[in-house]
């Protein structure tokens, strides 16, 4: 628990999501930020190599069970391993706070350069930390990057204002140069009702708090016609104009719950600017399928309503294509995105009720050939009999956008795939195309939150010219990189 202590808040106009914005100095070129989802990357040290960031957020720390903590691998020619590898937690040297039970440190994880020295930092969300009375309020972490990577001194604690007990405030998390107004890149924290952003103020007033609170917004205040209950962020340039672009995700509540829907914000000299909602979430990904130029959205609806329609019961995922209008269905804007489910033809599979196809996304070219493929996870698949054991796709992308040409899929019984099969594994629950030896391929970390019962584990299946393969694929926990290892919940959430 976390005595009440408020975020630093400078006085300065709000750049709200609903639109009234701060006007933009004159000149913005060359400020660093990530803008396309390719530009997305977690460099820690700046040595040009991808880093993976994982939580483990019931990890027992100090003897605190569900305490939480999360690991980094620095990426190197030969790509991840489990020597060059560090261990964060409440517990950790300069880290704020301190690891208590519960706290769930690592439940949400994201990257970026918010204070533009060219070292990504390292966000992570702490939805269950207690403030003061307020139980499950929530908090965020930021550990700065530098040439020896992350760490924990001066860290930066974040916190709502007013915290209320269950608002589990950095419950998802992202970072993009949504402005110019800022020298990096700005981070989006979300909690049980709001969407919050942060920038960096260079200000020598702030240098012990230098994150700056710019906006709170309630998504249902600004979305046009239904209640959105947000759940996850992401980013990307869907419009090509040099500013990244936010997705706020989620499922409608009322009289029609359950159904994913998600709001576009659209990245403006001005600030972020709501569009429109668009059919499609709680799950979001993003990149470039067809290689325009332009990012494209790929939304996950693992419990989707079976309402006769549009949905299916074991899950859906949907695509909307880049352009200088932003993301856009099949028939335009407002129009729904292109349906993916396990009855698509060419798609091994086939729909059942709780597969959960979409449980988590994850979009970049694994075979070098300039198109971003897809990675869908499916945490409730059933192998056989063996219930919810999980399974991963990879879909094409192509000049004519996705495809189940050259569609790959894998379980714990497929070949070349260590371990078995096993019920309440929920394998493929987080999937991340990443490609930490810089060979322009991404292969594939798929991990599996219940395997040993919910010690967590993670896969790394490689990438060669003909994309994602299970050769030469090899697994490891927490325990493997010195952390606490049982019911940790390994690989619950990785960076996008």
């Known amino acids: 628990m976390r005595t009440r202590r408020s975020a630093a808040v400078a006085a300065a106009a709000f750049l709200l999501l609903s ?59 030969s790509g991840i391993s489990t020597k060059r590898s560090a261990v964060f937690s409440q517990s950790t040297a300069g880290v704020a706070g301190a690891a208590e039970a519960g706290d769930g440190f690592g439940r949400a994880v994201a990257t970026g350069d918010l204070n533009g020295d060219g070292y990504d930092d390292a966000i992570v969300g702490v939805p269950g930390e207690d403030i003061g009375t307020a139980v499950d309020a929530g908090g965020v972490t930021v550990l700065w990057g530098g040439s020896t990577g992350l760490y924990g001194a001066n860290s930066v604690w974040l916190e709502n204002e007013e915290p209320v007990a269950y608002e589990k405030f950095g419950s998802a998390l992202t970072a993009g140069h949504f402005s110019p107004d800022s020298p990096g890149d700005q981070l989006a924290v979300l909690d049980r009702d709001f969407v919050q952003l942060f920038m960096y103020d260079t200000s020598p007033r702030l240098q012990s708090a230098p994150l700056e609170r710019t906006s709170r917004s309630r998504l249902s205040a600004v979305a046009e016609e239904r209640d959105i209950r947000p759940e996850s962020l992401t980013t990307g340039d869907y419009d090509n104009n040099g ?17 994913g829907w998600s709001s576009f914000f659209s990245g403006q000299v001005e600030g972020l600017v709501y569009e429109r909602d668009m059919r499609g979430g709680p799950v979001v990904a993003s990149g470039d399928i067809n290689g325009d130029g332009y990012d494209d959205l790929v939304t996950g609806e693992p419990k989707s309503p079976d309402d006769g329609g549009e949905t299916t019961t074991g899950g859906l995922v949907g695509v909307y294509y880049g352009s200088a209008d932003g993301p856009l269905g099949v028939d335009g804007a407002d129009s729904p995105p292109q349906w993916w489910t396990q009855g698509t033809a060419g798609v091994p599979g086939a729909p059942e009720r709780g597969d959960g196809w979409g449980t988590d996304l994850s979009v970049a070219d694994t075979n070098g050939d300039g198109y971003a493929d897809v990675a869908i996870g499916a945490a409730g698949e059933d192998i056989g009999t063996v219930t919810d054991a999980g399974a991963v796709w990879v879909l094409r992308g192509a000049a004519g956008g996705l495809t189940a040409t050259g569609v790959r899929s894998w379980d714990q019984n497929s070949t070349n795939v260590p371990g078995s099969a096993e019920a309440g ?21 798929a991990s599996a939150p219940g395997e040993n019962t919910s010690d967590g584990v993670v896969w790394v299946l490689s990438a060669g010219s003909g994309g994602v393969t299970a050769t030469g694929s090899w697994t490891y926990g927490g325990g493997s990189l010195g952390a606490p290892a049982t019911d940790a919940a390994y690989g619950a959430s990785i960076d996008e």
């Open 19 to 77: 639109g009234a914005a701060i006007a933009a100095p004159s000149a913005y070129a060359g400020t660093s930020g990530a803008t396309h989802a390719i530009d997305r990357n977690s460099d820690f040290n700046d040595d040009g190599y991808e880093d993976v960031l994982i939580g483990a957020p019931g990890g027992t720390v100090n003897g605190k069970k569900g305490a939480g903590y999360v690991t980094v691998q620095y990426g190197s020619s």
């Open 243 to 259: 500013l990244a672009d936010l997705i706020v995700s989620g499922v409608t509540a009322g009289e029609e719950p359950g159904h």
């Open 425 to 445: 594994d929920r394998w493929g629950g987080q999937v991340k195309l990443t490609d930490p030896n810089r060979d322009g391929r991404y292969g594939l970390l």
